[in-house]
């Protein structure tokens, strides 16, 4: 199964309204990261966020991180239609005696104008 | 600077045929990693390189194989192909190990199993 997992699996909202999608895990973590990938395309890196640190910004991103419960959230503002697609979490995880980096399923944000 | 760069960009191939993919990372970048995405399975981690050394394996059968090449360009090899190979397989490439630095993709091979 998936280390981390998103919420909701999908968004829609109006342009100019802000955008909130969370990642919960499992097990403990050095570091998260966000994602965002268009349809079809690779992924595009947007914040990388260590264990230590509790909130991260980015121009209109914000990302925060709770070890205690597990769970990072990606605060979009001011959406555009240009952010309308799919937002990953990534955490990195002990599994079978190696460190991997492990996606979540995504939250498919649909942004309308 | 040049980014990740994945070819072919597309691929058919009929059940028990075998294809290579092929992977550049960006310049500089040591870690190329493979990942297989489909619609019900989502992103599924394949295999990790670092410095032409195999770092990491996902839980995939072994049928599907990759290497790395002194230019950190990597390939990865699927033989005997099924119907559910069908998928888009994307390459990353890190300056780090993807646990300790972002990783850059490239845009994927759409691979299609008839």
């Known amino acids: 199964s998936q280390q981390g997992e998103e919420d909701p699996q999908a968004l829609s909202i109006q342009e100019g309204e802000n955008a909130t999608m969370n990642c919960s895990y499992k097990t403990s973590i050095n570091n998260l990261q966000w994602y965002r990938q268009n349809s079809g395309r690779g992924l595009v890196h947007l914040i990388l966020?260590?264990?230590?640190?509790r909130e991260k910004h980015s121009g209109r991103l914000r990302v925060t991180l709770d070890t205690s419960k597990k769970s990072s959230s990606l605060l979009i503002t001011a959406s555009r239609a240009a952010d309308t697609a799919s937002y990953f979490c990534a955490t990195d995880s002990i599994i079978q005696g190696a460190q991997k980096l492990v996606f979540g399923q995504g939250t498919r944000l649909t942004i309308n104008p | 600077k040049a980014g990740v760069t994945q070819t072919p960009r597309y691929l058919i191939k009929t059940r028990g045929q075998q294809v290579t993919l092929s992977c550049s990372p960006i310049s500089g970048h040591r870690s190329v990693s493979w990942y297989q995405q489909t619609p019900g399975q989502g992103l599924q981690f394949l295999f990790e390189y670092f410095s032409e050394t195999q770092r990491n394996k996902g839980n995939f059968p072994g049928r599907f194989s990759g290497r790395q090449f002194s230019n950190s360009r990597s390939e990865m090899n699927v033989s005997t192909l099924e119907l559910g190979d069908s998928a888009l397989y994307l390459c990353?490439?890190?300056?780090?190990?993807?646990?300790?630095?972002?990783?850059?993709f490239g845009n994927g091979t759409r691979l299609t199993v008839t």
């Open positions: 966020i260590r264990s230590n640190e």
């Open positions: 990353a490439s890190s300056r780090l190990t993807p646990d300790n630095s972002p990783l850059h």
